[in-house]
């Protein structure tokens, strides 16, 4: 559905505008203007696509959706592609990965979000407040985007940090080891959602920024600048978390070794026990006519002080070991 359709002049709001009228406000050299759509309909596509004159594979790209993040250019035209990654407890993942599409021209930009519940009102406002940045035209509101989209990344990296402490603080707690590898994997699989969508971008982004940028975006490299070093400091710490939780998981894997070891060693003590206790009272039970212990008085005894000597000795010495 249409959220927004509004046409700008020198970084100042003329009016908001019907869809019809898109194509005669982009033919004025001195206007641009500013679409954003949600969930949009293959006939609504169709629709911005004859009033912009979209290119039709970019245009197919929106409507299929689950594309990976990335910047096509197109002509004079670019195409960008954004996931944006929101906290989602009914989900799996724990995270709903959404899309924006973004279709910039010279004088046009159009923005298609789907899967998401977070708009782009903020986004909008921030740059009707700033008129002397919105005069930048299409490539200042592309990077407000793209820094909006970039800025909501933190937020969940924080999260990221602060289970993963969460974990460390349990894992060497006994009897934890499996809870611990399932919210480790859980862990992974929500970091691996993050970088699907922060590696594409941060590889996409740099072409805003330096060497030949694309004609719609000149004059505005500083801002995409920022924009690369923030996806910088993202994608490093998705790998410092990465790392961390593939050492916790080996961790928590040798912990689970070592109990097992524990339990094994335990079990091997009073083995042992049992073990001289069983062939102890074996040979005085044969009952053979001609054993010396059987007529003597003190025999029983006797039998029993060296069954509890024995084994109280092996106690004894698995607890020295350790193995007790």
Same mark, same amino acid.
């Given at each position: 559905?249409?959220?927004?359709? %509004?046409?700008?002049?020198?970084? $100042?709001?003329?009016?908001?505008?019907?869809?019809?009228?898109?194509?005669?406000?982009?033919?004025?050299?001195?206007?641009?203007?500013?679409?954003?759509?949600? +969930? *949009? &309909?293959?006939?609504?596509?169709?629709?911005?696509?004859?009033?912009? /004159?979209?290119?039709?594979?970019?245009?197919?790209? $929106?409507?299929?959706?689950?594309?990976?993040?990335?910047?096509?250019?197109?002509? +004079?035209?670019?195409?960008?592609?954004? #996931?944006?990654?929101?906290? $989602?407890?009914?989900?799996?993942? !724990?995270?709903?990965?959404?899309?924006? *599409?973004?279709?910039?021209?010279?004088?046009?930009?159009?923005?298609?979000?789907?899967?998401?519940?977070?708009?782009?009102?903020?986004?909008?406002?921030? *740059?009707?407040?700033?008129?002397?940045?919105?005069?930048?035209?299409?490539?200042?509101?592309?990077?407000?985007?793209?820094?909006?989209?970039?800025?909501?990344?933190?937020?969940?990296?924080?999260?990221?940090?602060? +289970?993963?402490?969460?974990?460390? @603080?349990?894992?060497?707690?006994? /009897?934890?080891?499996?809870?611990?590898?399932?919210?480790?994997?859980?862990?992974?699989?929500?970091?691996?959602?993050?970088? #699907?969508?922060?590696?594409?971008?941060?590889?996409? &982004?740099?072409?805003?920024?330096?060497?030949?940028?694309?004609? =719609?975006?000149? /004059?505005?490299?500083?801002?995409?600048?920022?924009?690369? @070093?923030h996806l910088a400091r993202v994608n490093?710490?998705?790998?410092?978390?990465?790392?961390? =939780? *593939?050492?916790?998981?080996?961790?928590?894997?040798?912990l689970t070794t070592i109990e097992e070891?524990?339990? &094994?060693?335990?079990?091997?003590?009073? %083995?042992?026990?049992? !073990?001289?206790?069983?062939?102890?009272?074996?040979?005085?039970?044969?009952?053979?006519? #001609?054993?010396?212990?059987? &007529?003597?008085?003190?025999g029983y005894a006797a039998a029993l /002080?060296?069954?509890?000597?024995?084994?109280?000795?092996?106690?004894?010495?698995?607890?020295?070991?350790?193995?007790?």
């Amino acid at each position: 559905m249409l959220i927004n359709c %509004a046409a700008y002049r020198e970084g $100042a709001k003329l009016a908001d505008i019907p869809v019809e009228d898109i194509s005669e406000y982009i033919a004025r050299p001195d206007c641009f203007v500013w679409v954003a759509l949600q +969930d *949009a &309909t293959p006939a609504e596509l169709e629709t911005m696509r004859e009033e912009f /004159g979209l290119h039709e594979l970019a245009v197919e790209d $929106a409507r299929h959706g689950h594309q990976r993040p990335k910047v096509e250019e197109y002509g +004079d035209s670019l195409f960008v592609v954004m #996931h944006l990654v929101e906290p $989602a407890p009914d989900q799996p993942d !724990g995270l709903n990965p959404g899309e924006v *599409a973004v279709f910039v021209g010279h004088n046009y930009v159009l923005s298609v979000r789907n899967r998401s519940k977070l708009g782009f009102l903020g986004v909008r406002q921030r *740059a009707e407040r700033e008129p002397h940045l919105l005069r930048h035209g299409a490539g200042f509101v592309l990077y407000a985007l793209m820094d909006a989209v970039v800025d909501r990344y933190f937020p969940i990296i924080d999260a990221l940090d602060e +289970d993963l402490e969460r974990i460390e @603080d349990d894992i060497f707690s006994k /009897g934890n080891a499996r809870s611990n590898i399932e919210r480790l994997y859980h862990l992974k699989r929500r970091v691996t959602v993050l970088r #699907h969508a922060v590696a594409p971008l941060l590889e996409a &982004t740099s072409r805003l920024q330096g060497g030949r940028v694309p004609a =719609v975006v000149v /004059g505005t490299q500083e801002y995409f600048r920022d924009v690369v @070093d923030h996806l910088a400091r993202v994608n490093a710490s998705i790998d410092s978390i990465r790392d961390t =939780v *593939a050492t916790a998981i080996q961790v928590n894997l040798s912990l689970t070794t070592i109990e097992e070891n524990d339990v &094994t060693k335990r079990l091997a003590a009073w %083995a042992a026990i049992f !073990g001289v206790w069983t062939a102890l009272a074996g040979i005085w039970g044969m009952n053979f006519e #001609h054993m010396p212990e059987l &007529t003597w008085r003190y025999g029983y005894a006797a039998a029993l /002080g060296s069954i509890g000597l024995a084994c109280a000795t092996l106690y004894w010495r698995f607890r020295r070991a350790r193995w007790l």
